[in-house]
């Protein structure tokens, strides 16, 4: 398998599709695990399996452009290494109906990396498009890895040992949403933890990610800082298109140092602390009742056994 794609395609994935592999797998990585709990003797057996799942992508290719909007589960024979043709046909029909523009553009399946295996199924959608996608999912949870566990393959005619063949080859690619995924992303990104995590878990959270957000565009900023100073001193040629951009960039800037911005930044501000401080009042008159209810309920009981009064 080639490190990189030489097409030139530029791939657009929307988080719905990510959305559906990883449902699909869910679903059958359960239904596994609970047809394996019935029988004790396989479920040592298959306790460390991990299934794979297949379907197509469905989307719009303009020019270079591939833009990848859904997908849907395929059926898939192990054993001969095949999909079922009728059902994909099928599939394929209906979502015609519904969706006219969009065309299948490839397919999707779970694992670490390409199997030999895979390439039976991407020639065998090669009839439908010559050139078609393959979009893999790595279920695998790793804590280190930041990037998204998608990866996108195109397919290549290489001379190997001077025998022509296919090889996969990866390619780049970049998320794209509309208003509906957007909104629809956030609200399950701010769903409660079934697990019964606390409010301060998602606190959490959401600061990891805005903090996440500041370091990658503080990281964007130094870059394109020192490409300006590099600019600047002649160590690489100067590119009017990008001074313009930056310029433009720049001209924003000035609009938030107006007067009305500072007031009405000083009045938010100001009503925030004003909010932290009410809120610590009043943690403090809390604590403050909850000790002087402990101390008369202590000296009452002291009152009634040696005749003294309550202090408050």
């Keep these: 398998m080639a490190s990189s794609s030489s097409s030139g395609l530029t791939f657009k994935l929307h988080p719905l599709v990510i959305v559906n592999i990883s449902d699909h797998y869910t679903r059958v990585k359960s239904q596994m695990n609970h047809s394996s709990s019935a029988a004790t003797t396989n479920n040592d057996n298959n306790n460390g399996a991990q299934p794979r799942v297949y379907g197509c992508v469905i989307g719009i290719q303009r020019g270079r452009t591939v833009e990848i909007f859904n997908s849907f589960e395929l059926l898939y024979d192990p054993s001969t290494h095949s999909l079922d043709r009728a059902f994909l046909e099928k599939k394929q029909e209906l979502y015609k109906k519904v969706f006219p523009h969009f065309y299948i553009l490839g397919w999707y399946s779970t694992g670490s990396d390409a199997q030999e295996s895979d390439m039976h199924?991407?020639?065998?959608?090669?009839?439908?498009?010559?050139?078609?996608v393959?979009?893999?999912l790595n279920p695998s949870i790793n804590p280190a890895q930041k990037d998204l566990p998608v990866t996108i393959f195109e397919s290549e005619l290489h001379v190997i040992e001077g025998i022509p063949q296919l090889i996969f080859v990866r390619?780049?690619?970049?998320?794209?949403?509309?208003?509906?995924?957007r909104i629809s992303v956030d609200h399950v990104a701010h769903l409660k933890p079934s697990d019964g995590g606390s409010a301060a878990t998602q606190l959490a959270a959401h600061l990891t990610g805005i903090h996440s957000a500041i370091k990658m565009l503080n990281s964007r900023i130094r870059v394109l800082h020192h490409y300006l100073v590099a600019m600047?001193?002649?160590e690489i040629p100067c590119e009017n298109s990008l001074l313009r951009q930056v310029s433009s960039l720049l001209r924003r800037l000035p609009a938030?140092?107006?007067?009305?911005?500072q007031d009405d930044f000083l009045m938010e501000y100001n009503d925030t602390l004003l909010i932290a401080y009410l809120a610590m009042f009043t943690n403090c008159a809390s604590t403050?009742?909850?000790l002087v209810d402990k101390f008369n309920t202590a000296y009452d009981r002291h009152s009634r056994r040696g005749g003294?009064?309550?202090?408050?």
């Design 121 to 132: 199924i991407h020639k065998a959608l090669m009839d439908i498009n010559e050139s078609p």
């Design 134 to 136: 393959y979009v893999l």
């Design 171 to 181: 390619s780049s690619y970049t998320i794209e949403t509309v208003e509906a995924e």
């Design 232 to 234: 600047q001193k002649g």
């Design 256 to 261: 938030i140092e107006s007067e009305k911005f």
């Design 288 to 290: 403050m009742n909850e």
């Design 308 to 312: 003294r009064t309550a202090f408050i």
